[in-house]
């Protein structure tokens, strides 16, 4: 059997809503005016729904696990395990392509053989409430100008400060392909967050780069409760302070400023989008954000002190 140009890989959980519109859309990918050359691999936490039916009836290879066993990264070295690419596609089932060339944009990336991992530009489906889309937009994925990082003038992970760290081993599992052969060297590492930032040190550190492909164009956004906001960016400040030593909010003086800073920008949105969205949308800024920057907050308050003792807690990333 001939090798796929393309392996898409997906971890899936009760995803029919989301793959009845993905599924199409990567059947439409063209690449040099021809359809694109790819599988589809899944791993399904044991969802309930048509996931699993639907992506049989897609001609994709499923394996089954129950939920307690899926893991970031461990279930995708998995999916990549039963893969045949020669590029390894990651993406979220919830991530929808925006238009045809998606695939190509990302090979693209490829034609410089020293790049081994190359992630696309994210930005909020259509239609998104203002709050939403300014979260998405206001993320670096969302960037317009392309960029490709390696380590030649750097020296190693750790010359960057903190910060410039965070910023520099940047990349971004819900749209982003891998090299095959590289990541069998290099897999992701056993980490309960923050694989694709792990993934990235490794493979800087080995000598390959890592390019940001904004042609390569794909919606995905979440709209976030209070609760789930403080948990998802107290998750996200805790591996910060793990992995870099970056306090995203160390103080209550800068959870109050970022609280100040957040609310104006979402009048702003709010404002541009209309009047309608200043009555309907802008009351769910302050409960928003203060559960945002409050969980920043509590993900940042202990650890990731000097660098040394930055660099003694990230070794599970690094």
Do not use: K
């Not at 009760?14 to 439409?28: H, S, V």
């Not at 392309?146 to 599992?173: I, K, M």
């Amino acid at each position: 059997m001939a090798r796929p140009r393309f392996s898409i890989l997906l971890p899936t959980l009760n995803g029919a809503a989301d793959l009845r519109e993905l599924l199409p859309r990567l059947a439409a990918q063209r690449v040099a005016g021809a359809a694109a050359d790819f599988e589809i691999v899944a791993i399904d936490s044991s969802s309930t729904d048509d996931t699993v039916a639907l992506l049989r009836a897609a001609g994709a290879r499923v394996e089954t696990i129950q939920r307690s066993e899926f893991r970031h990264g461990a279930t995708r070295n998995r999916c990549a395990e039963l893969a045949r690419g020669e590029l390894l596609v990651f993406l979220s089932q919830d991530v929808l392509p925006a238009d045809e060339h998606f695939l190509a944009a990302l090979a693209a990336a490829f034609d410089d053989p020293r790049v081994a991992g190359a992630y696309g530009r994210v930005l909020p489906q259509p239609g998104c409430d203002p709050l939403t889309a300014r979260t998405v937009l206001d993320l670096p994925e969302a960037e317009e100008q392309r960029s490709v990082r390696d380590l030649d003038h750097v020296g190693g992970v750790w010359r960057l400060s903190a910060a410039d760290r965070a910023e520099w081993l940047r990349f971004n599992n819900v749209a982003s392909c891998v090299r095959a052969d590289v990541f069998r060297a290099i897999p992701f590492p056993p980490v309960s967050f923050g694989e694709d930032f792990a993934w990235a040190s490794r493979a800087l550190t080995a000598g390959w780069r890592i390019a940001f492909e904004p042609r390569a164009v794909a919606w995905h956004a979440h709209r976030y409760t209070p609760a789930a906001a403080y948990e998802r960016y107290r998750v996200d400040a805790a591996f910060h302070r793990e992995a870099h030593g970056w306090r995203v909010r160390p103080t209550l003086a800068s959870a109050l400023r970022g609280f100040v800073y957040e609310c104006a920008e979402d009048a702003r949105a709010c404002a541009r989008a209309g009047p309608a969205a200043l009555v309907t949308q802008l009351w769910r800024s302050p409960l928003l954000r203060a559960a945002q920057v409050l969980g920043q907050y509590a993900g940042s308050r202990s650890g990731g002190g000097t660098s040394l003792e930055a660099r003694a807690s990230a070794a599970i990333y690094f």
